[in-house]
């Protein structure tokens, strides 16, 4: 994405009212077990973008993106902090839907389908500077990767080097996915390293509010 200093310096000026918006917005509420709650992270001089699925329901008790033990592993492929990852200014946390969806018979029920087309250009067009976009499980991945030519969730990962370096599939950190990443070792030899290469690249030291 461009990094031009008039894109970024209008993105300042209007994010912050998008961001009023967004978590003013109660368009699901009826489908919502727990009520609206939007939970997401952003700033227009945001370098990192975390394409995720839809908050848990910790997460919509505490308002955190990803203060769970999916965060916590999440920061560990990363290799940053919770200082750094924390940052807006550095780190951009959009998932596919911005509200706790509820529980279904086999976990999370998927994120509801209006909010990203409600919602997602708008906000990525009002981030300018994003340079590597981390797209976190399967709804994110048909979004931010419409044209892989993959047609699942372990083909696109193990493809990760078509999109790199600007944008990296990757699965849910959970440790729901323990068995997936032990039948993969690859990713952590593989992938892991190289995402924690390109994160350094991106938040120098002294670079935003932490470092790590």
């Known amino acids: 994405m461009s990094t031009d200093t008039t894109a970024t310096g209008t993105a300042v000026r209007g994010l912050p009212l998008l961001l009023k918006e967004v978590r003013a917005c109660t368009s699901c509420a009826a489908h919502l077990p727990l009520g609206p709650r939007p939970v997401l992270q952003a700033d227009a001089r945001a370098r990192i973008l975390i394409a995720g699925q839809a908050p848990g329901s910790k997460v919509h008790a505490t308002g955190v993106p990803f203060d769970d033990a999916s965060g916590k592993r999440l920061r560990e492929w ?29 976990g999370d029920l998927p994120p509801r389908k209006e909010c990203a087309p409600q919602w997602r250009a708008r906000l990525l067009q009002a981030m300018p500077r994003i340079e590597l ?16 030519r993959t047609t699942n969730l372990t083909e ?57």
Not at 78 to 95: K, N, S, T, W
Not at 135 to 143: H, K, N, P, S
Request: aromatic letters at 10%; hydrophobic letters at 40%; glycine letters at 8%.
């Open 78 to 106: 990363m290799g940053i902090g919770r200082e750094q990852f924390y940052d807006p200014e550095l780190v951009a946390i959009l998932p596919m839907a911005f509200c706790y969806p509820g529980t279904g018979a086999s």
């Open 156 to 212: 696109t990962v193990r493809a990760w080097r078509e999109h790199w370096p600007t944008v990296l599939p990757l699965p849910h950190p959970s440790p729901r996915n323990n068995i997936w990443l032990k039948a993969n070792p690859w990713f952590a030899v593989d992938v892991v390293p190289a995402v924690q290469r390109r994160v350094r690249s991106l938040i120098s030291p002294g670079q935003g509010k932490g470092t790590g």
């Open 133 to 148: 976009t981390l797209v976190i499980g399967q709804y994110a991945m048909a979004w931010h990767l419409p044209d892989a």
